[in-house]
């Protein structure tokens, strides 16, 4: 009676025991997987992460042309301060262009 109960036993339990086996040996190959995934950047991901830069980029650039254009007009009015802005600000926005990215 014992033999039986212990054949029918092995037979429910033998896949069990391969799934925690198969799990078990499976894991090392999966944590290696995932922490080269987090650890590595894409293709995709680092066009996407120099696309954001760039853009900033040009906000900036964008943002100091509004500025000395500003400048220019109260130059022109003879502001004398506002030439010397507008001086400024045009090399501000020299180096932000020349700024590797």
């Known amino acids: 009676m014992r033999l039986i109960l212990s054949s029918v036993a092995m037979l429910f339990l033998q896949g069990c025991v391969a799934s925690v086996v198969g799990d078990v040996v499976t894991a090392p190959i999966k944590v290696v997987s995932k922490t080269a995934d987090v650890l590595t950047t894409s293709q995709s991901e680092a066009d996407e992460k120099r696309g954001r830069e760039l853009r900033k980029r040009e906000e900036a650039i964008g943002k100091l042309a509004r500025q000395r254009d500003k400048a220019r007009e ?3 009015d003879g502001i004398a301060e506002a030439c010397a802005k507008a001086e400024q ?10 700024r590797p990215i």
């Open 74 to 76: 109260k130059c022109e």
């Open 89 to 98: 600000l045009d090399q501000q926005i020299e180096i932000e262009q020349d």
